[in-house]
């Protein structure tokens, strides 16, 4: 019997993906949870041939999550479901211990052939990825400045990027408006900006919003 894990603050999205998942793997026990707490006591209590996890969580991070679950229980793989194109965060994802990034927009269609994929012991990534994977390979050249942010940081900034205000950002983050206005702070002085606008500019630049 398979144990997938599904990890979705939206409880629409964790029944959809069940019901995808469910008529390939009709005998599958899936376990569910809508935060980090959930998610790491479902890991500590019970063992998962696979992980399906949401990069935008709230309170903690899909990536802050992802490196916790690691941590506890480095045999669960995971596969980061994000609303955010590859660009943005599948790198990052894939350097945290992700087995797999997939887009919601192609869920539908990749899902099943992803778990099923990462549950062989391979990963899972689109032909577009790993093209980049491997012109990266043996690559010196200097990185850019938003690769020197945290992952926490980086998400901040990708919202910041959509046009969201920092209010926004703290309701969809469940963080207070304080700790939404440190990391901008964070940002824009590792970044050497001073305005959202700058910002703005640099992630269009760099193909950071879609």
């Known amino acids: 019997m398979i144990r997938i894990l599904i990890a979705d603050d939206h409880s629409v999205v964790r029944e959809g993906l069940k019901q995808i998942l469910v008529e390939e793997f009709p005998k599958a026990k899936f376990g569910e949870a809508k935060n980090a707490a959930e998610v790491f006591d479902l890991v500590d209590k019970q063992n998962w041939d696979i992980a399906v996890l949401d990069i935008s969580m709230p309170g903690r991070g899909g990536l802050e999550i992802l490196r916790e679950m690691k941590q506890r229980n480095a045999n669960v793989p995971v596969l980061i479901l994000s609303m955010y194109s590859e660009d943005?965060?599948?790198?990052?994802a894939l350097k945290a211990g992700a087995s797999g990034y997939l887009t919601k927009e192609s869920a539908s269609e990749e899902l099943v052939r992803a778990i099923t994929q990462i549950m062989s012991g391979r990963k899972y990534?689109?032909?577009?990825?790993?093209?980049?994977?491997?012109?990266s390979l043996g690559d010196e050249t200097v990185?850019?400045?938003?690769?020197?942010?945290?992952?926490?940081?980086?998400?901040?900034?990708?919202?910041?990027?959509?046009?969201?205000?920092?209010?926004?950002?703290?309701e969809e983050m469940s963080l207070s408006v304080k700790t939404i206005s440190t990391y901008r702070s964070r940002i824009l002085s590792k970044m050497k900006m001073k305005t959202n606008a700058e910002l703005m500019r640099y992630a269009i630049d760099h193909g950071l919003v879609t």
């Open 88 to 92: 943005q965060y599948a790198m990052r």
């Open 125 to 135: 990534i689109s032909q577009s990825l790993a093209e980049k994977l491997a012109s």
């Open 143 to 170: 990185k850019t400045v938003h690769e020197s942010l945290s992952d926490r940081e980086f998400e901040v900034l990708s919202l910041i990027a959509s046009g969201k205000t920092v209010g926004e950002i703290a």
